[in-house]
T-cell receptor, first 116, second 113 residues
């Protein structure tokens, strides 16, 4: 069965410092991986995705993520955090081979708090 | 205008009442989804539809029903609302082409009292 784990409920970072939000996954086939961000009282916004190719993918707002097949991880990173990055971040996986009807499976979310 | 629109945005209802949440999209996508978000639980799939004639249960469908009135419209109903259905509900769409990401509505915050 597909699953996604976000091991940290909350990540606290000082503004200007690098940030990492962790995600590990399990799928039976090849993964499509996604990061979404949710700002207060808003819907989920797509940040970036890994489908194939280069393991380092770049997305919106200066975020990037690295796909590591051997560690089944897809950690979200940003070199220099901003206070405005404070939000709830969700990792999601889809089995490209059609497992689970190809539906997205979400992690439980990680709250990122960036302090001035 | 938003690509995926949910109505209402907020709703308070009483236990036992029937309520419908509506979703419409302008993306032209065939696939539509209803998710429920609870604190600490992430998003869980309630129902999904691959086209107007194809509706499927997700992991937490009990107590819910759906209707796909058209390619662009997918509604979620709570036949007899109960307090533990208090949550934030999201509609999402996804295409079948080269862009596999899903697009989400703004959410409906439902409170059952």
């Amino acid at each position: 069965a597909q699953s996604v784990a976000q091991p940290e409920d909350q990540v606290n970072v000082a503004e200007g410092n690098p940030l990492t939000v962790k995600c590990t996954y399990s799928v039976s086939g090849n993964p499509y991986l996604f990061w979404y961000v949710q700002y207060p009282n808003r819907g989920l916004q797509f940040l970036l995705k890994y489908i194939t190719g280069d393991n380092l993918v770049k997305g919106s707002y200066g975020f990037e993520a690295e796909f590591n097949k051997s560690q089944t991880s897809f950690h979200l990173k940003k070199p220099s955090a901003l206070v405005s990055d404070s939000a709830l971040y969700f990792c999601a996986v889809r089995d490209s081979d059609g497992g689970s009807q190809g539906n997205l499976i979400f992690g439980k979310g990680t709250k990122l708090s960036v302090k001035p | 205008d938003a690509d995926v629109t949910q109505t209402p945005r907020n709703r308070i209802t009483k236990t036992g009442k029937r309520i419908m949440l509506e979703c419409s999209q302008t993306k032209g996508h065939d696939r539509m989804y209803w998710y429920r978000q609870d604190p600490g639980l992430g998003l869980r799939l309630i129902y999904y539809s691959f086209d107007v004639k194809d509706i499927n249960k997700g992991e937490i469908s009990d107590g819910y029903s759906v209707s796909r009135q058209a390619q662009a419209k997918f509604s979620l109903s709570l036949e007899s609302a109960i307090p533990n259905q208090t949550a934030l509900y999201f509609c999402a769409t996804r295409g079948t082409g080269g862009d596999p990401e899903a697009f989400f509505g703004q959410g409906t915050r439902l409170t059952v009292v």
